[in-house]
């Protein structure tokens, strides 16, 4: 398994999300996992619960919105049914124990870390549990933007995702069952987006925003750093 994120080799990789709820994914990182998607990557979507306990009464509904909102941003999606409200860090790093030892990811995606008071209880056990396997298994790990109480999310990347916006809201149009719920607006879903475009100091355009938990560069990285310099220094040595 490769243990560090290569952002220089467009082979094919896998990225692994690990969300509580479907509708999870597409708000904070639609744009981001479409963009993976065109560049060749796997993109796969774990979902811990079903949504039988969501405000659809019609189990099966939430696969079949994902299933349609996965048609768009090119992924595949993985559902577990794991009861909303009431799972556990264990039952959650069984789950993702058991997709990483499937899929070998390169990169995991999952909830920012957030006290429960602020936000979704499934929300932070499911981000304590991933945190926890994807460290001991030295696996790269974002976290993604709450969609409402930013309190303690400290983004220190983030993706442009101004080409594939559509996208993006269209996905999160699938959802037609959360369709009623306050941060699934459309103007929220701009906003938002065009909240980090002016967190960077730019004017138009639409991004996404993570909060990179672990990454580091190996050996090589410096090597091929100072490779670049020794040529620099000795053009300019030679007067080049
Ligand atoms: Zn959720």
Redesign the pocket.
């Given at each position: 398994m490769n243990n560090h994120l290569d952002y220089n080799n467009f082979g094919q990789r896998t990225v692994l999300t690990i969300?509580?709820?479907a509708?999870?994914e597409v708000l904070p990182a639609a744009g981001t996992l479409s963009l993976m998607s065109k560049a060749g990557w796997n993109v796969l979507c774990l979902i811990l619960t079903d949504g039988s306990l969501s405000s659809s009464s019609i189990k099966g509904t939430r696969h079949q919105e994902a299933d349609a909102a996965g048609k768009i941003i090119g992924a595949n999606y993985e559902f577990h049914a794991l009861e909303e409200c009431n799972f556990s860090t264990q039952a959650v790093i069984k789950v993702a124990e058991e997709a990483i030892g499937r899929w070998h990811p390169d990169l995991i995606i999952t909830h920012a870390p957030q006290p429960e008071k602020y936000g979704?209880r499934?929300?932070e056990v499911c981000a304590i549990a991933v945190s926890n396997v994807a460290t001991r298994k030295n696996i790269p790990l974002w976290y993604s933007a709450p969609p409402v109480f930013l309190r303690d999310f400290e983004p220190n990347f983030f993706v442009d995702i101004t080409s594939v916006i559509q996208e993006k809201v269209a996905a999160i149009g699938c959802y037609e069952s959360e369709a009623n719920k306050a941060f699934m607006q459309l103007d929220a879903i701009l906003i938002l987006s065009r909240f980090w475009a002016r967190e960077l100091g730019h004017k138009d355009g639409y991004f996404e925003a993570f909060e990179i938990s672990r990454q580091w560069v190996d050996a090589s990285f410096f090597t091929a750093i100072a490779n670049s310099n020794k040529q620099v220094i000795k053009q300019d040595w030679l007067g080049i």
């Open positions: 969300y509580a709820h509708d999870d979704h499934d929300h």
